[in-house]
């Protein structure tokens, strides 16, 4: 396969985390009273399109618990908006390793379009991704030298199949119908999408046994969109493939050269993450520094930190402290970063979950037919959280009273939202049941709490019981 450099090609790589906003849907929704993982993760890696129809491919990811019927899908609308009589949707159909790639079809020719990931577990939500921009190619009847009428028949159809990779390189996947002898092939590309000559490039390919080559592309501008259509000549007449467009993405971020990834130490709400550094022997316009979000994205991160040479931690590694700030029982993700003059990478990034919010009970002044108990968060640290004005997350603290002190399953009590005082330990509520319980048997008890009208978060801690008397 002949192949010459290309000036100013790449790929269309999209990326996104799903992050959720509300609407309908109607899919089967289910839960437990247990600590589940119910997450699911969608990301858009890459929207290849042409003058009818795009092929967006991505991977998905989904939690253990995440309930049966749950909809996962692409939706798609000429309009950013997605107004409700102007969108459709596709279903996601992925292979065993989470890979998926779903084409859509009829579209408008040089029209943008916007593609966004969907989940629905509830039977009555959508959690939306955040809208991808894609834009079909304008309807071609060829381009270049045509070479007009001529004697002879080319009856070789040429078809782009693929378009994947990044900024340092595209690969292109051109497949042809026939390899008749005499035929020559080429592909062609511009930034301009009627193939304007003052930025097109072009180079020659030859099919291998499978009547498929792959070019590989480099040295094209981040962010740019390109047009690109392959060809063959044959018998001095020349068959054009439909035209296809891509959109530079940069290469994926990985561990930099003078920053390691990051050691995240939690305390309570909240921690410290430290590095390896090499520091440079001039560091001006150096910066070193971590930073955490709630998604793999990075799009908001909720705490950004700078690494100083003069502050380190007990194993001699550079360490930034970060504030009060992070939810409880909740994953978080932190990345480390060097910023040179401007050029930013990023290390590897790591995950991490803070801690539940603890959870004390304790029993008091048994009787024959009440009890009366006291339910105790006794954590300081967390008591400072969910003291702040500011925190985010509705908590709510509850107990519940059985006589099956494994599953629950025979529960005879339970209050859902224990007011809680200020108390020597922290902060403490204390709740006197009715007169439900039967003399002389054992009952046990536990605590828990939710956040947002969520699932129970049970507390090791909290699980107790007692008798009762006469």
């Not at 390899?179 to 092939?185: D, F, Q, R, S």
Request: with cysteine; hydrophobic share 30%; aromatic share 10%.
């Amino acid at each position: 396969m002949n192949m010459k450099s290309i000036n100013k090609i790449a790929a269309l790589l999209m990326t996104a985390a799903a992050i959720f906003a509300v609407n309908s849907c109607d899919s089967n929704g289910s839960g437990t009273e247990d600590q589940k993982d119910e997450t699911v993760e969608i990301k858009i890696s890459s929207i290849t399109s042409s003058e009818n129809s795009a092929s967006v491919s991505g991977t998905v990811k989904v939690g253990k618990d995440v309930p049966a019927g749950t909809a996962i899908g692409i939706e798609y609308s000429a309009n950013e908006a997605f107004p409700i009589n102007d969108r459709t949707k596709v279903k996601i159909n992925a292979d065993s390793e989470g890979k998926f790639t779903e084409e859509i079809k009829n579209l408008n020719s040089d029209t943008d379009y916007y593609a966004r990931t969907y989940v629905c577990k509830d039977g009555k939500t959508y959690d939306y991704g955040t809208p991808q921009k894609f834009h079909t190619a304008k309807a071609t009847t060829g381009g270049g030298d045509e070479g007009g009428e001529h004697q002879g028949e080319n009856n070789v159809v040429v078809t782009i199949d693929k378009i994947e990779g990044y900024v340092s390189e595209i690969l292109i996947t051109v497949s042809v119908s026939e390899n008749p002898a005499g035929a020559k092939y080429g592909l062609q590309i511009s930034s301009e999408s009627d193939f304007d000559a003052q930025y097109t490039a072009e180079t020659l390919f030859t099919p291998d046994a499978s009547l498929k080559t792959t070019l590989g592309v480099k040295n094209l501008t981040v962010g740019a969109t390109y047009y690109t259509k392959a060809y063959c000549t044959l018998n001095g007449k020349t068959n054009w493939s439909q035209a296809s467009s891509f959109t530079v993405q940069p290469d994926p971020v990985t561990s930099t050269v003078g920053i390691s990834q990051p050691y995240v130490h939690q305390i309570g709400p909240r921690g410290r993450i430290s590095a390896d550094i090499t520091w440079p022997e001039n560091d001006a316009g150096y910066e070193f520094g971590a930073q955490i979000s709630k998604t793999e994205s990075f799009e908001y991160p909720v705490y950004k930190g700078k690494y100083y040479m003069n502050t380190t931690d007990d194993q001699s590694r550079y360490s930034v402290s970060y504030p009060t700030l992070l939810s409880p029982s909740t994953t978080y993700y932190a990345r480390n970063y060097m910023d040179n003059n401007g050029k930013v990478t990023y290390s590897d990034v790591v995950s991490f979950k803070t801690e539940d919010l603890p959870v004390l009970s304790k029993k008091e002044n048994v009787s024959s037919k009440t009890v009366e108990i006291t339910v105790v968060l006794s954590d300081m640290e967390w008591v400072t959280l969910v003291t702040k004005k500011d925190f985010a997350e509705e908590i709510k603290y509850g107990l519940e009273i059985s006589t099956d002190g494994t599953n629950f399953t025979d529960k005879v009590y339970e209050d859902t939202n224990i007011a809680l005082s200020n108390s020597l330990d922290g902060y403490a509520g204390r709740i006197t049941t009715p007169e439900v319980l039967t003399p002389n048997t054992k009952y046990y008890f536990r605590a828990f709490y939710t956040m947002n009208g969520g699932a129970r978060i049970y507390q090791a801690t909290a699980a107790g019981n007692f008798t009762t008397t006469e």
